[in-house]
C-alpha cells in the first residue's frame, strides 16, 4: 500500500426497523478507525410478492442502494440483515441471489467479510442468521472474520454479541436499546474487518 492508498470497506445491510442500520454505523465507526481505509454504507430494496413492482433506483432517503460494482471495488464487506424466521430477511438473500456474476468471475475470492444482525428474542435466531448468512460468502471464497474472545464484552454481555459476528437483541416489541457491550462489538468487527481487509490487499 502507498501512504496515499484509500481503500473502502462495504458495509451492506438491510433494515426496516432501524436495528441493523444503527449497528451499520457502529460498524462503520470501526472500519474508519483503521487508517486508510473508508466504510461504503449502502442497503438493498424491499422485495415484494408481486413481481412487477419496481422501486427508484435512488431511495426516497437513507442510504443508497447498492449495486454491483460496489462489491468489486470494495476490499471486504460486513453485511447486516435483521432475523427473519431464523434466517436472513428476503430483501439481502435476493440481492445475493444475483450476484452470481460475481461469483462466475471470482470477484470477491480472498476478501474477507463479517456478519451481523439483530433479533427480536434471545434464542430466537440470532446465531443461526448469523451462520447462514456466511455460507453464500463463503460461496463466494471470500474469507470470514468473526469476533474473539479477546473481546472482553463477548464473556460479559447479557444480551447479543457471539463469536460468529456482530447482534443485537431488540426485545419482544423491538425496544431495546444497542447494549453497551453489542455496541463494543460492533465496533471491534468493524476494526477487526477493516485491519484484515488491509492485510488482504496488499
Ligand atoms: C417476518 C419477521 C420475522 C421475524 N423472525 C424473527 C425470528 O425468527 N426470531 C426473532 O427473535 N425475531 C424475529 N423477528 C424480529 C426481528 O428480527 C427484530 O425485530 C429485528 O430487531 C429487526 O431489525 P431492524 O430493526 O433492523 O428491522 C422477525 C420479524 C419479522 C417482521
Not at 59 to 85: H, K, Q, W
Request: hydrophobic share 40%.
Amino acid at each position: 500500500m502507498t501512504q496515499n492508498t484509500k481503500y473502502d470497506v462495504l458495509i451492506l445491510y438491510y433494515s426496516q426497523g432501524g436495528a441493523v442500520r444503527e449497528m451499520a454505523q457502529l460498524i462503520a465507526r470501526g472500519i474508519e478507525s483503521v487508517s486508510g481505509v473508508s466504510a461504503r454504507i449502502r442497503t438493498v430494496p424491499k422485495v415484494s410478492a408481486n413481481c412487477e413492482a419496481t422501486e427508484a433506483e435512488i431511495p426516497m432517503n437513507g442510504d443508497p442502494y447498492v449495486e454491483l460494482i460496489d462489491c468489486e471495488e470494495c476490499i471486504g464487506l460486513a453485511l447486516g440483515s435483521p432475523t427473519r424466521f431464523g434466517n436472513m430477511a428476503a430483501p439481502m438473500k435476493y440481492f445475493l441471489d444475483g450476484t452470481v456474476g460475481l461469483w462466475l468471475k471470482g470477484a470477491l475470492i480472498n476478501k474477507p467479510a463479517a456478519v451481523f444482525t439483530s433479533t427480536g428474542s434471545m434464542h430466537g435466531g440470532n446465531e443461526t442468521t448469523l451462520l447462514t448468512m456466511m455460507l453464500p460468502l463463503m460461496h463466494h471464497g471470500m474469507v470470514m472474520v468473526g469476533l474473539p474472545y479477546s473481546e472482553p464484552e463477548l464473556s460479559a454481555t447479557q444480551t447479543g454479541g457471539t463469536p460468529y459476528g456482530a447482534s443485537h437483541i431488540g426485545g419482544a416489541a423491538d425496544d431495546k436499546p444497542i447494549s453497551a457491550d453489542e455496541r463494543k462489538l460492533c465496533i471491534a468487527l468493524g476494526k477487526r474487518l477493516a485491519e484484515t481487509a488491509i492485510k488482504l490487499a496488499n
